[in-house]
């Protein structure tokens, strides 16, 4: 792969994070990056997440809190958008 894929698909990461989170920072885009993998592999191979979160507990936990704070930036952020359109 060379640097100009790498680059728009950082792009389209980084979009992809406003659009879910309406945050473009560059600690965020890292955790959408890990959430959209794991939330992949979760779907796809639920048996392999499986195993993954009972060998890696601690590791399940991060996981867990990332959900949740996704979770809850993206309801913020479509409140926020809610309320910009009924003005």
Known sequence: MNSEFHTEFDALVEKFSELLTGSTSPELVEKIKIWSVYNHIHKTMPAL???????HPESRAVIRSLYEEVRKLNLELKEKN???EEK
Do not use: D, M
């Open 49 to 55: 997440a499986s195993h993954w979160n009972q060998s």
């Open 82 to 84: 809610q309320k910009l």
